[in-house]
């Protein structure tokens, strides 16, 4: 029951940000539309950066020690403010020196401290198998912003500075609406600050370079290309991370701690998820695949075409990404993580190269970089994860 509660919020809010999506793409130009992809590519990977090693730490140590849930939670606390704060920082600067205004750079810039805060509520209900306080976390970012965007759009007329506005609004409400909801606690931490931010480095990596596998060519293409092409390319995300949903929140949610302290005798637990992931993602890939034009077209408007062309081969990696989804989160432990985040070093490496070599063959040269980025990674999971367990 609880899994198929985190699985509608988790949707709920996917479905949230495709709308958000949708509404941008449809109100702003072409070339707005791509601005604030390329902004929030840059502020989503130096958001995971600031806490995704805080948090999967945290909920790695508490999962091995439950009694030292108030020591940690101060620690991580700390930490989290330290590198959100950092991250908003270096943010601002990227996107100003990226040629968008000062004010509309802070902005845009408060959307890692949105996501920060948004993660901590995510991590707090997973130490207490509280699917309520989940979905609370995954919904109230997406909400928030959907519900500025359509406040300030409905009052002004549409552009890249009311947007830049709207989601800046958005991001403090997520803040405050967070903060409100996040267990306090008292006790004095025994634990290092230091510490815990140096362990947390590789965790770090970790989580970044799974949302730079997606973000950096968004970036790349803005870079290159103009903003325009970071908006195709973000509505081809938008989509697939949409379906990547599912089974970030079955292994990456509520089978995370189950992962974190499997026995000798479930290892083999992880392959056959896979199995089972690996062909609904067959399912979804041919449907999505094969209805790439029809659906960018009806959802987003005939201008983004070039979108459904990049999808159209892209969404064959969906596979291979749910197949290696539980690889992923059973190899989250301090002997295996460093080998993890090389083959996603590796794999963003491949992807960016073969992005930048295909590019002559535009929308599907693009296709293809994904497509082979992640049947790389999806085949090193697997090997890793039978080396780790010497199945």
């Not at 502020?43 to 849930?69: K, M, Q």
Request: charged share 10%; hydrophobic share 50%; aromatic share 12%.
């Amino acid at each position: 029951m609880k899994a198929i509660q985190l699985l509608i919020s988790s949707f709920g809010a996917a479905g949230a940000t495709f709308l958000l999506q949708v509404i941008l793409s449809r109100t702003l130009d072409a070339a707005s539309f791509g601005l604030i992809s390329f902004s929030n590519a840059i502020t989503i990977t130096l958001g995971a950066l600031a806490f995704s090693g805080i948090n999967s730490l945290l909920l790695r140590r508490v999962s091995r020690s439950p009694t030292e849930y108030t020591g940690y939670m101060q620690v991580a606390y700390v930490c989290l403010l330290l590198n959100t704060l950092g991250a908003f920082v270096v943010s601002t600067m990227l996107l100003y020196g990226a040629g968008i205004h000062l004010l509309e750079s802070v902005l845009l810039a408060t959307g890692v401290v949105a996501l920060s805060s948004q993660a901590i509520v995510i991590t707090q209900g997973q130490l207490k198998s509280n699917p309520l306080r989940i979905s609370f976390g995954q919904v109230v970012l997406p909400l928030s912003r959907i519900f500025g965007v359509v406040a300030i759009f409905y009052f002004m007329v549409p552009s890249f500075t009311m947007a830049s506005i709207a989601l800046g609004a958005a991001n403090i409400i997520c803040l405050v609406l967070c903060i409100t909801f996040i267990t306090r606690h008292g006790k004095k931490a025994g634990l290092k600050i230091r510490d815990f931010l140096k362990d947390s480095f590789k965790y770090s990596l970790n989580g970044a370079l799974n949302i730079a596998q997606l973000q950096i060519p968004i970036s790349l293409l803005g870079v290159i290309y103009g903003s325009t092409y970071s908006g195709y390319l973000a509505i081809c995300n938008t989509l697939l991370t949409a379906l990547y949903i599912a089974p970030n929140t079955v292994f990456n949610t509520y089978l995370i701690k189950k992962y974190h302290s499997l026995s000798m005798a479930e290892k083999g637990l992880p392959v056959k998820h896979s199995l089972y992931s690996f062909a609904v993602g067959v399912i979804f890939a041919g449907g999505l695949s094969f209805y790439s034009s029809e659906l960018v077209q009806l959802l987003f408007g005939a201008e983004y075409d070039y979108a459904a062309q990049v999808l159209q081969i892209a969404a064959l990696s969906i596979p291979f990404r749910f197949f290696a989804t539980p690889f992923g989160a059973a190899l989250l432990s301090e002997e295996w993580v460093s080998k993890k985040i090389l083959v996603a070093s590796a794999g963003m490496a491949l992807q960016v190269g073969l992005f930048v070599l295909l590019m002559p063959f535009e929308a599907k040269g693009i296709g293809l970089s994904i497509l082979a980025s992640e049947f790389f990674i999806a085949v090193s999971y697997y090997i890793l994860y039978r080396k780790s367990v010497h199945l």
